[in-house]
Every structure is written in structure tokens, then in C-alpha cells.
């Protein structure tokens, strides 16, 4: 199955500032990678996905990067706010063909804090 | 504004007592999954259903804890009986399998076993 590792586990910013989220998954042949945000008390919800035929992605102040050959991808969170802090989690997941089928495998999740 | 509807959003109970939780995914998804979410261990798969099917329940301890879906609107996960070590936030969460895209989650039950 498929393994997703992510890091850091916390961050702390200052407002203006950027923060970077990495993570790294185990099976090549996963080939969507979801961001979710979860704020205090809330579920988790999605904020920007990539599929494995896209090296990058952006939505305004966030971007998402992919290196297949690597294994590896990240969130890029640009000109912090407060209420960017939550908790964040990259997802990795194979494709229907092998069993997968959007079955999410998910990263330990990153605590962001924004200081102002 | 489709979403996932769990319930109930908070349930205590004592050690010892069955509980259920359930989840009504969004309509015309195909998939569900039972996520726990506890602070030691992140966000764990419990379960995943497909068109109903069980189709990965290996995260789940089988001693203990049931995975229904009796129909396509209705998920149950059971637990009997409850120990305080199943203290977490249950999620559940719905997609379409047929395109890769995100799940769905609903808000969560928090359950406190005392």
C-alpha cells in the first residue's frame, strides 16, 4: 500500500512571511495529490489538488509542486495570515486500476501557526 | 450545498457500552470511508466502501468494530463493546470513484468513552 510521510509536523510563521510543507509517498503509481486544511474543531477540507500529469499547480496565495521522479510534493503558502494557521495534510492516492480509486492515503499532518 | 451528514456530533458514553455512529454520504457518491482522528496517530482509514461493497477494512480492529452500509444514503461504524482507548473523532467521508477527485467529509462524531 501506499505510504505518505510529511514535514514538518509544526510550523510557526510570521504573518507576510511563507511557509513550505513537504511530503513524500511510497508507490509511484499514485497519481492525485490532495491538500487538505483543517481548522480547530472542523473537518477537514480540500484547498488545491494536483494530478500526477502537472508539475505545478497554484490557487491565488497557495501552489502546489509535484516531482514524480522524486516522489515527492509540496504546499507553498505565500504572504501568511492569521487565519491560515490550522492543521495541514497532504493525501496521496493510486489509481482506480489498481485498487485504489481515490482510497486516500494521508500524510501526519502539519500544524501551522501565523504570528502576527 | 451538498456534504456528508454524520451523527451525532458528540457522544459520551461508558466503557463497556456499544456504540454507533452514522453517516449519510452525498448523493450519487460511490465511495465511503471511516477515518479516525486522534492527536497520537493523525488521520487513520478504517474503512473504505465501494458501491456499497467493503473493500479495506484493515485498519479496523475486528474484535470490536463494524462497517455497514445498509444502503446507498446510510454508513454505520459500530463499536462493541467501547473501550476509552476508541476515544477520537470519527470521520466519515464520500467520493466518486469513477473520477479521481477529493473525498468529501462530513463533521465528525467526537466520541468520549468514560
Known amino acids: 500500500g501506499e505510504n505518505v510521510e510529511q514535514h514538518p509536523s509544526t510550523l510557526s510563521v510570521q504573518e507576510g512571511d511563507s511557509a513550505v510543507i513537504k511530503c513524500t509517498y511510497s508507490?509511484?503509481?499514485?497519481?492525485?495529490f490532495p491538500w487538505y486544511k483543517q481548522e480547530l474543531g472542523k473537518r477537514p477540507q480540500l484547498i488545491i489538488d494536483?494530478?500526477?500529469?502537472?508539475g505545478e499547480k497554484k490557487d491565488q496565495r497557495i501552489a502546489v509542486t509535484l516531482n514524480k521522479t522524486a516522489k515527492h510534493f509540496s504546499l507553498h503558502i505565500t504572504e501568511t495570515q492569521p487565519e491560515d494557521s490550522a492543521v495541514y495534510f497532504c493525501?496521496?492516492?493510486?489509481?482506480?486500476?489498481?485498487?485504489?480509486?481515490?482510497?486516500?492515503?494521508f500524510g501526519t499532518g502539519t500544524q501551522l501557526k501565523v504570528e502576527l | 450545498d451538498a456534504r456528508v451528514t454524520q451523527t451525532p456530533r458528540h457522544k459520551v458514553t461508558e466503557m463497556g457500552q456499544e456504540v454507533t455512529m452514522r453517516c449519510q454520504p452525498i448523493?450519487?457518491?460511490?465511495?465511503v470511508f471511516w477515518y479516525r482522528q486522534t492527536m497520537m496517530q493523525g488521520l487513520e482509514l478504517l474503512a473504505y466502501f465501494r458501491n456499497r461493497a467493503p473493500l479495506d477494512d484493515s485498519g479496523m480492529p475486528k474484535d470490536r468494530f463494524s462497517a455497514e452500509m445498509p444502503d446507498a444514503t446510510l454508513a454505520t461504524l459500530k463499536i462493541q463493546p467501547s473501550e476509552p482507548r476508541d476515544s477520537a473523532v470519527y470521520f466519515c467521508?464520500?467520493?466518486?470513484?469513477?473520477?479521481?477527485?477529493?473525498?468529501?467529509f462530513g463533521q465528525g462524531t467526537r466520541l468520549t468513552v468514560v
Open positions: 508507490d509511484s503509481a499514485s497519481n492525485y
Open positions: 493525501a496521496a492516492t493510486l489509481p482506480r486500476v489498481t485498487g485504489g480509486g481515490n482510497k486516500l492515503t
Open positions: 448523493l450519487g457518491h460511490n465511495t
Open positions: 467521508a464520500s467520493g466518486l470513484v469513477n473520477l479521481n477527485t477529493e473525498a468529501f
Open positions: 494536483i494530478r500526477s500529469n502537472v
